[in-house]
């Protein structure tokens, strides 16, 4: 069974700049989760869907965040304009269900730099 | 508010060695704790949680964890620590009823021959 895929592992964009993260969660899992680390600190919530509506996006840090599950698989994230504080690691995660019962199961993270 | 505390950013053990590592939280509730471990190039995998019962629970790679309520800690330990090991490690809190998970700052793991 393939794990949580995230595209690109690595992206380097000028400050500004349109970037788009993916995510592909494990066949099946409902849930899906969005989380980042910034410098090297502790991994924040940013937002939870299950299939295509939003649970929860208390965690998005502005407007400037734009997350998608169209048809309640893959999910984007979108960060226009990039700024320089955006940077880190942006990890996505899937589970069967919702609540700290079900596993949630981590992708690799995509680091992104902006510049 | 809910927060958790990984006291040491990083941590030096020889290979073989006996390794524990803190963790200490705050939840008004009883908490659901994690911890889990990030290789180099690897997502978070899931080692260990605690949601009620035996305060002692063990884990996938000999790990095991101890809940300590009064001291609202939840630490992490190894009795002896293979070259493998190295790597961060995360403690989490979730929320009863909940979904989200508050994570510390991470452990880094340095293991030396």
């Known amino acids: 069974e393939a794990g949580v895929t995230q595209f690109p592992s690595h992206s380097v964009i000028e400050k500004g700049q349109t970037v788009t993260l993916r995510c592909d969660p494990i066949?099946?899992?409902?849930?899906l989760y969005w989380y980042r680390r910034v410098m090297g600190k502790e991994i924040k919530f940013l937002l939870h869907?299950?299939?295509?509506?939003?649970?929860?996006e208390s965690g998005m840090p502005n407007n400037r965040f734009l997350a998608e599950r169209t048809g309640g698989t893959y999910s984007t994230l979108k960060v226009q304009p990039a700024e320089l504080e955006d940077s880190g690691v942006y990890f996505c995660?899937?589970?069967?269900?919702?609540?700290?019962?079900?596993?949630?199961?981590f992708g690799p993270g995509t680091r992104l730099t902006v510049t | 508010a809910q927060s958790v505390t990984q006291p040491d950013i990083h941590i030096t053990v020889s290979e073989g060695a006996s390794l524990e590592l803190r963790c200490n939280y705050s939840?008004?509730?009883?908490?659901?704790l994690f911890w889990y471990v990030q290789s180099p190039g690897q997502g978070l995998q899931l080692l260990l949680k605690?949601?009620?019962?035996?305060?002692l629970v063990q884990g996938i790679k000999g790990f095991e964890a101890e809940f300590k309520r009064s001291q609202s800690s939840f630490n992490l330990r190894k009795p002896s620590v293979h070259w493998s090991d190295a790597a961060e490690y995360f403690c989490?809190?979730?929320?009863?009823?909940?979904?989200?998970?508050?994570f510390g700052a991470g452990t880094r793991l340095f293991v030396k021959a």
């Open positions: 995660a899937s589970s069967q269900g919702t609540g700290p019962f079900y596993e949630q199961y």
């Open positions: 066949s099946g899992h409902d849930n």
């Open positions: 869907f299950v299939k295509e509506s939003k649970q929860d």
């Open positions: 939840y008004g509730a009883t908490p659901y």
């Open positions: 605690y949601f009620s019962g035996d305060t």
């Open positions: 989490a809190v979730g929320q009863a009823g909940g979904f989200k998970t508050i």
